[in-house]
């Protein structure tokens, strides 16, 4: 009898989530809550071989609004009917390496950690408890964006703190690990084992946007570190910041920690330096005649391909570039002015391939391959939960 898995996707103003029939995990229903906390809340999904749909004015103040919604939505659908088991994506799993099946014993440790990532982590444990209250008998995975950077060499983890601090955990985990770990089984799928077992930089651009760089199939090192508010400029967060900004702003400012921290992951990044929008669409479409916008499009620019010049000595060289998230997917313009200049890394762009947002956008002289590969977070969670309970 055919059955459904669900994967579940907590943002920090989002869920998303998908529904796929097992075996073969064939898309069956997907969609998001969008701008949960907002003034605009809006829930979009879409059924197979049907079109897309919208319903606006949905009670989603704040995420326990949104979760309760969308499960009694879900409880009406026909492909929930048939749930055999659900997923659920959380941004950081601590010690664990791979995806764990959930039971009290994991909440417990898991909850432990949500210090760690107070912007994510007790919205996405609150929406499991959620699930597990209505479905006890069902079989439910949780999937850690932490967990593919287990892999990285420990000098890669090390923070310049003093050294006790170790024993709090206090170390580079890196994330965006769900989508990484899609990317690289589907350039392996799409170009080959060599291919994906070499060295490989993935860069996820996006609202939140970071870069890891692999070798042999293996993260060696990830642009986000304790938190994923470091590493690159993002939408609304900082990237990496000296620290000295904090005793300055509390000084002439009298900013407090929270402020800060409302700050650093809500109100910078692009939405900082633009003072006008976190979507890249949106300052593309003004930095003509709005000096901000160009700035703030540079400096994402610049800093991406530092990134990437950082990475390939990390790995004493580059084979392959892949680009995905809204940005690296999306942005041919973004993908074009990042690649500007490294031709010495033996980066050519095809600019045909580029602006048609091809698989393959690099030139038959680049001796680096760069890759444009859409991101799947919710295939990778379904195909985890496969795994982890033998399906």
Not at 90 to 109: C, F, M, N, T, W
Request: charged share 20%; hydrophobic share 40%; net charge negative.
């Amino acid at each position: 009898m055919k059955q459904s898995l669900a994967s579940i996707n907590v943002g920090s103003s989002s869920i998303k989530f998908a529904l796929y029939e097992h075996p073969g995990l064939l898309l069956l229903l997907h969609g998001q809550i969008e701008f949960i906390g907002q003034s605009n809340p809006r829930f979009l999904f879409q059924k197979a071989s049907q079109e897309a749909q919208t319903v606006s004015s949905i009670p989603a103040s704040n995420h326990q609004e949104a979760s309760t919604f969308l499960l009694d939505w879900l409880a009406l659908q026909e492909e929930f009917q048939i749930l055999r088991a659900i997923g659920h994506r959380l941004v950081h799993g601590g010690k664990y390496d791979k995806p764990q099946r959930i039971d009290r014993s994991l909440l417990a440790e898991l909850h432990a950690l949500e210090h760690y990532a107070p912007n994510h982590l007790p919205e996405e444990l609150a929406l499991i408890k959620r699930c597990l209250e209505r479905y006890p008998m069902l079989d439910q995975v949780a999937c850690f964006d932490t967990s593919f950077h287990h892999t990285m060499p420990r000098v890669a983890t090390l923070l310049p703190l003093p050294r006790h601090y170790m024993s709090m955990g206090l170390k580079r985990y890196g994330f965006h690990g769900l989508s990484y770990e899609y990317l690289l089984e589907e350039l392996c799928l799409r170009s080959g084992p060599q291919a994906a077992q070499g060295k490989v930089i993935l860069a996820h651009l996006g609202n939140g946007a970071s870069m890891s760089a692999l070798y042999q199939g293996k993260s060696r090192d990830t642009s986000m570190g304790f938190t994923p508010a470091s590493g690159l400029v993002m939408g609304s967060r900082t990237g990496d910041l000296d620290p000295g900004i904090i005793d300055f702003l509390t000084h002439k400012e009298h900013i407090t920690t929270a402020e800060f921290t409302h700050m650093v992951h809500h109100e910078s990044g692009l939405l900082g330096i633009s003072e006008t929008s976190a979507n890249m669409n949106d300052l593309l479409a003004i930095e003509a005649r709005d000096i901000r916008a160009a700035e703030a499009i540079e400096l994402f620019c610049y800093q991406a391909k530092k990134w990437i010049g950082a990475y390939a000595t990390v790995l004493e060289g580059l084979e392959t570039v892949v680009f995905s998230g809204g940005i690296g997917e999306n942005a041919p313009v973004i993908r074009e002015r990042i690649c500007e200049g490294l031709e010495f890394l033996g980066i050519h762009l095809n600019r045909q391939a580029n602006q048609n947002n091809a698989f393959l956008i690099s030139s038959h002289e680049s001796r680096v391959a760069v890759h444009v590969i859409a991101t799947n977070e919710e295939l990778m969670i379904a195909r985890s939960t496969c795994r982890i309970l033998n399906l």
